[in-house]
Each structure stands twice: as structure tokens, then as C-alpha cells.
């Protein structure tokens, strides 16, 4: 399994949607984190698939590589 420096390096020079994809799985579970500690903010008709569809997480990773930046885990 390649690191996560190494994955959005090599993401960034390349833009590979494979590439992001794999990014954008590997900050599932922090999302995940982050909407069960707001559990109390999130509307009741809201689902966890909802918070966490991929287009939000693959918008975040793409704004960040066209800054040149990474998100750290």
C-alpha cells in the first residue's frame, strides 16, 4: 500500500482519477468521525451516505491540488 504523502504526491503530478479516488477513501472514515461528532448539528433527514458522498471529498481533494496542497489525515 503506497503512503498517504505518496499517493497525493503522485496525485498531484499526474491527477490520475484512480489516484483520487484512493484518496478520497482513505478520509471516509475521518469524515465519518467528524459528522457523528456534529450528530447533534446534522439535520434529522440527513444519512451518514448523504455526508459522505464521494463528490464532496473528491471537490476537497481537487480545491487542494489545484492550490498545491495536501490534506493531512
Request: charged share 20%; glycine share 2%; net charge negative.
Amino acid at each position: 500500500m503506497i503512503s498517504h504523502e505518496a499517493l497525493w504526491q503522485e496525485f498531484l503530478a499526474s491527477r490520475d482519477k484512480a489516484l483520487r479516488e484512493q484518496i478520497a477513501v482513505q478520509y471516509g472514515p475521518l469524515v465519518r468521525y467528524v459528522i457523528n461528532s456534529m450528530s447533534m448539528m446534522v439535520p434529522p433527514l440527513s444519512t451518514m451516505d448523504d455526508a459522505l458522498r464521494a463528490h464532496e471529498i473528491v471537490s476537497a481533494i481537487e480545491r487542494a491540488a489545484d492550490t498545491g496542497h495536501t490534506i493531512s489525515l
